[in-house]
């Protein structure tokens, strides 16, 4: 384990197993259309999207979306997006990927930009889902794991730009919480 992490919450082992169960229900899913079209909120749903998509059998057309919601450990209730996006969704079946649903205030927001840009169809998928700290009406399609409500880190997920690269989701340690490392 990191030395960093308290304990582990979701092994790597857990995630490549849900992984490959969530596409394959995605995959049965949008099996009937032409192609799906992916859009990642990054950083956080890099490692995660990237997992999921090279499982897809359909053909895919992928872009991301980069949205600054957090800055430290409270949410920000007005994520920024930062960029547009490169594609059209006009007609398109749309499928938005993030990391987490926390507040739900980045994924409300992202799917309110995104129907403006009349996608045939729009539905999203987490890996992670903290349904206890909800506090605007949004559910995803599909969830990877439902989580308590603990700060955590890896797998696309960071505290201060670090972590992201842990093959696991973990629980910082608690004198890590902390605003020192943080820029
Ligand atoms: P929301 O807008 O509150 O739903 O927050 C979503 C974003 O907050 C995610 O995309 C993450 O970037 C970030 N976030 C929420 N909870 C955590 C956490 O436990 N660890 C790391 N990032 C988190
Ligand atoms: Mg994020």
Redesign the pocket.
């Known amino acids: 384990m990191h030395r960093d992490l308290q304990r582990i919450m979701v092994s790597e082992e857990a995630i490549r197993e849900r992984v490959v169960a969530l596409s394959k229900e995605i995959s049965k899913d949008y099996r009937k259309v032409e192609s799906l079209t992916v859009i990642a909120?990054v950083?956080?749903?890099l490692m995660f999207a990237s997992d999921l998509i090279r499982r897809f059998n359909m053909p895919v057309r992928f872009d991301t979306l980069h949205?600054s919601?957090?800055n430290d450990?409270e949410?920000?209730?007005d994520?920024e997006i930062i960029d547009s996006l490169r594609i059209s969704l006009r007609g398109h079946d749309v499928l938005v990927i993030?990391?987490?649903?926390?507040?739900?205030?980045?994924?409300?927001?992202v799917k309110e930009m995104l129907r403006k840009a009349e996608p045939a169809s729009l539905k999203s998928c987490?890996l992670?889902d903290?349904k206890e700290?909800?506090?605007v009406e949004?559910e995803a399609d599909y969830v990877g794991f439902t989580?308590e409500d603990?700060?955590?880190?890896g797998y696309g997920?960071?505290?201060g730009e670090f972590y992201r690269n842990l093959p696991c989701i973990g629980v910082?340690k608690a004198e890590l919480q902390n605003p020192p490392i943080f820029q």
């Open positions: 909120i950083n956080g749903a949205v919601s957090h450990r949410s920000r209730r994520p993030d990391d987490i649903l926390d507040t739900g205030n980045t994924l409300l927001r987490v992670l903290k700290r909800r506090e949004v989580i603990e700060f955590v880190v997920l960071d505290f910082l």
